[in-house]
């Protein structure tokens, strides 16, 4: 079992949406959590990096973090076709420890 | 450009051979990653380094060699290489300890016949 599970979708909503997408973990000591996008033939970029329980929020994008339960989700409000693209959950040890990724598809 | 560049992004080899895939950042961040991405199993840890000279396997390290003599380059060395090996490599690089993000390059899709 891997240390970070996720849901590979996929997921597809319509333009203006609100997306959820969502991982939960089991290695209790780890403390940072990180999103990731990932376009086609790209390599992950960061999308958000939050420590601790509850929000961030940067933009249309809200990371949130339940230790008590740990679950880690990200939120996309207002979501675009741009939007679409794997999304990548980590949490944070020597390495990052990578769910396998929600493919999203955003329809216009 | 500052960043992390990963070469070539295409290699297609046949099994047996060697093949080395290059990766050079430019921050000069200590920490230097190779993951692996296939179907159904997402980004797999290959081998890590936190500084010149000073390298470490990860999960998947079998038939991979590394090296790091300069902080700004760290390749990757398929021995040998196997039809299993057939993947995408991502290097990565992090400035410091484990509450730094990661940066990655965009990989290098490799085939091996």
């Known amino acids: 079992q891997k240390e970070v599970e996720q849901d590979p979708g996929p997921l597809s909503v319509p333009e203006g949406a609100i997306v959820s997408l969502n991982c939960t973990y089991s290695?209790?000591?780890?403390?940072?959590f990180m999103w990731y996008r990932q376009y086609s033939r790209k390599g992950p970029e960061l999308l958000m990096y939050t420590y601790s329980s509850g929000n961030k929020e940067d933009g249309r994008f809200t990371a949130q973090v339940d230790k008590s339960s740990k679950y880690i989700s990200l939120f996309i409000r207002d979501s675009q076709p741009s939007d679409s693209a794997t999304y990548l959950c980590a949490d944070s040890g020597y390495a990052l420890n990578f769910g396998k990724g929600t493919s999203l598809l955003v329809t216009p | 450009d500052a960043g992390i560049t990963q070469s070539p992004r295409y290699k297609i080899t046949e099994t047996g051979r060697q093949v080395t895939l290059m990766c050079h950042q430019t921050w000069s961040h200590s920490y230097m990653f190779w993951y692996r991405q296939d179907l159904g199993h997402g980004l797999r840890l290959i081998y890590y380094?936190?500084?010149?000279?000073?390298?470490d396997k990860g999960e998947v390290s079998d038939g991979y060699v590394v090296s790091r003599s300069k902080t700004e380059n760290f390749p990757l060395t398929l021995e040998s290489a196997t039809r299993s090996q057939t993947s995408v490599y991502f290097c990565?690089?992090?400035?410091?300890?484990?509450?730094?993000?990661?940066?990655f390059g965009d990989g290098t899709r490799l085939s091996i016949l």
């Open positions: 380094s936190a500084a010149a000279d000073i390298t």
């Open positions: 990565a690089s992090r400035a410091g300890a484990g509450n730094q993000p990661q940066h």
């Open positions: 290695n209790s000591a780890f403390q940072y």
